[in-house]
């Protein structure tokens, strides 16, 4: 399994999470910041477990992100 991590408040909506990944990252038509799809909120950090298969396709995600605010672990 893998695990992702985003630092929401500090997301600047800039699209391009959601351009690699759009199965997993969509921009919000509320505030504009991009939201992790099936992601769960703790302490202000959103969380998601996938199978090891959407690895690369998140780190895709976790290199673009110009805050760097996404992180993909395995666990
Ligand atoms: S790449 Fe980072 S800053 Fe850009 S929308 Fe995604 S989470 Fe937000």
Redesign the pocket.
Known sequence: MISIQ?Y?E?????????EIAPDY?R?SRQDG??VLVGGKEKRGIWNLSLPDSEWEINEQ?RK???????QVRRT
């Open positions: 985003q929401r500090r997301c600047i909506g800039c699209h391009a999470c959601a990252w921009l910041k991009a995600a673009a992100c110009p805050v760097n605010i996404i």
